[in-house]
DNA sequence: GGTAGCATAAAACAAACGTTTAAACAGGGG
DNA sequence: CCCCTGTTTAAACGTTTGTTTTATGCTACC
């Protein structure tokens, strides 16, 4: 064993390449991101991605899952405790869990999880098949709970019909803490608190409840 | 000249180019996709790109602009006929006249349409800085004009949460056009009528008016 | 103190990349 | 007819890509 104490392998070099590699993919994309722009950068042997992560490909695996698996358990946990609380939770309660969870991930001291809520939601439209299989592994059931709270929460919707808003709903979350660059293409409206997560929570959630609730359309 | 009306530039090559890029870039992605890839399945010789389009990033400039334009004309004219037609428009007339335009042109014979509607999904979160310029570019003006629309429609909705719910709905209509692929993250959902533009435009104007229309938050 | 075993290092690998070159080809007007 | 212009072709360009190899350093254990 190196520096490190025995059965851990939490490796400063391991680490340090994640936290660059992490950067690197939120300002130019996975593919666009060679191996040697991430190890110049993080001051490690070229190698060494190979060597930790066993290729390119491994490694982006473990960037998507350090951050994902413990956002996607914090929100199942969240939903957890809201269940227990009542029996029946409101659609705005169930909201709150989901996006809260990112939240407290976006104030995270290791400071890269504000970072990666902007990788997350290139991750959701990435057509790599190493990013979409690490996608829905990662959200497998924190998409069936919700799914089922919300079927509860909304009796009277049709099953299809909410399968429908819930995918609206991933896709104004995702698209809404992708962020600031984005954010730039309705040009000419200087946009404030553009990195204040809470206040952004706070609107995704009014947002989304009514649009989860609004009347089901008469086909 | 060569094969083709003297002033027209409609080249054979130059259009297979853009239509294999095109669907190439909606399965693969814009950096992953190689000059080769697409001059091979298109039956053109690899230096035609650069002659065509100079470099790369000129076919994906031309790629965009071709789909993205009329689309986004479309969506003026749409806008300018409602506003000729009453006074103040609704939020929900106001979002018909956006996204029907996409329906149009996922029917388009050109057949290209539907899938552009995947890629341009994707665009929305592309870090490549020739894709961001061309999105800012070619949506300055359906934003600004749209932005105003729904100003008028929603008087006592605060500016700065005018322009946060537009950001949310362009997620989420980025992300459900984006589509098929995507939408299994939700596993375990078999979702029907996924290419059914037209039951998704319902349901999308459904969620997203109520959305906007959102009793505003007591901050 | 030597010997495993893990981690780092520098160098080389073949393959693929976008781009450029220079030659061949086509057709229309002088 | 030949030249001119726009297009296509094949080949090569120099880089950069992810990965592998070989050698070296270091620590813990017997």
Redesign the interface.
């Known amino acids: 064993m190196a520096a490190e104490v025995a059965g851990g392998g939490s490796h400063v070099t391991k680490q340090r390449i994640l936290d660059v590699a992490e950067r690197l993919f939120?300002?130019?994309?996975f593919?666009?991101t060679s191996l040697r722009m991430i190890t110049t950068d993080a001051e490690v042997n070229l190698a060494a991605v190979n060597y930790h992560f066993g290729s390119k490909e491994g490694m982006i695996e473990e960037v998507l899952k350090r951050r994902l698996a413990p956002l996607n358990r914090e929100r199942v946990v969240a939903l957890d405790a809201l269940e227990a609380l009542s029996v029946a939770p409101t659609v705005q309660e169930i909201l709150k869990a989901y996006i809260s969870a990112a939240v407290k991930l976006s104030r995270d001291p290791a400071a890269g999880g504000f970072l990666f809520l902007r990788l997350l939601?290139?991750a959701?439209?990435?057509?790599?098949e190493i990013v979409?299989r690490q996608?829905?592994q990662q959200?497998?059931e924190v998409?069936?709970r919700y799914?089922r709270a919300f079927a509860k929460a909304l009796p009277q919707l049709p099953e299809?019909?909410l399968?429908?808003?819930?995918?609206?709903?991933?896709?104004?979350?995702?698209?809404?803490m992708?962020g600031s660059?984005?954010?730039?293409?309705?040009?000419?409206?200087e946009?404030?608190?553009v990195n204040d997560f809470n206040?952004?929570s706070?609107?995704?959630v009014?947002?989304?409840?009514?649009?989860?609730?609004?009347?089901v359309?008469t086909?």
């Not at 959701?124 to 790599?128: A, I």
């Not at 409840?209 to 009347?215: C, I, M, T, V």
């Open positions: 939120v300002e130019r994309g593919s666009s939601g290139r959701f439209t990435e057509p790599n979409k996608m829905q959200y497998d998409a069936r799914r299809q019909e399968i429908w808003r819930m995918h609206f709903m991933f896709g104004a979350i995702a698209y809404a992708a660059d984005i954010m730039q293409i309705v040009a000419s409206c946009l404030k608190d206040a952004l706070e609107r995704l009014h947002f989304l409840s009514a649009g989860l609730q609004a009347p359309p086909v």
